[in-house]
């Protein structure tokens, strides 16, 4: 029997760079939370959006039902955000991303869950780097592995799967379902916004 399979959004980060709330910016017309959790619904059957305090969603006309949370801490970074949607979702496993990633392949997360075995987490690397929100978590157990890290103040999110199975997942393996990689393309800034825009027109 296939285990349940989530997906928790952090979508209440700070968008220092790009000058305003990501989880609102138009990508191709459309909020780009919708456009994430369009892409997630594909594959995951539980939506967790995490919220920032007092952050105010978009409007998301036809987007698929999700469950909305407010992150319990309060400007502590996306570690902070999984703990929150973590003890919200009900799923054995999460996939968990974060709002500025319109171009999320759907392949990618089943992809993700297809090498779940008994792994703790499986996260891509990509350039060099784990990309932890873009990554799949056994639920239970790296909740628990969060808070303890999160207890010791330490806010990494990599930092806290240290001693925990994690499977990696290498630029090769990934192009089979994600030739260009364009799940792990955020838009940080307005220009990387427009620049994913026209990758995705073409």
Do not use: W
Not at 34 to 49: F, W
């Amino acid at each position: 029997m296939a285990e349940a399979l989530g997906a928790v959004v952090v979508a209440g980060g700070r968008g220092r760079r790009f000058g305003s709330d990501k989880a609102a910016a138009l990508f191709l017309g459309r909020p780009m939370l919708a456009v994430v959790l369009d892409a997630l619904s594909e594959s995951c059957d539980e939506l967790v959006v995490v919220r920032a305090a007092g952050q105010a969603l978009p409007s998301l006309p036809g987007a698929p039902e999700f469950t909305l949370v407010e992150d319990e801490y309060e400007d502590q970074g996306p570690l902070a955000g999984l703990i929150t949607g973590f003890g919200v979702c009900q799923s054995d496993l999460v996939f968990a991303t974060s709002t500025d990633a319109p171009l999320l392949q759907p392949l990618l997360i089943q992809k993700l869950a297809d090498l779940a075995g008994r792994h703790d987490a499986v996260v891509p690397m990509v350039g060099g780097y784990l990309q932890p929100l873009s990554a799949l978590y056994r639920r239970q157990t790296c909740l628990s592995a969060f808070e303890a890290s999160f207890a010791r103040d330490n806010r990494r999110i990599v930092a806290a799967l240290e001693g925990l199975d994690v499977r990696t997942i290498n630029e090769t393996d990934l192009r089979t379902v994600d030739p260009g990689l364009l799940s792990f393309r955020n838009a940080n800034t307005a220009a990387e916004l427009e620049a994913l825009e026209r990758i995705a027109r073409s």
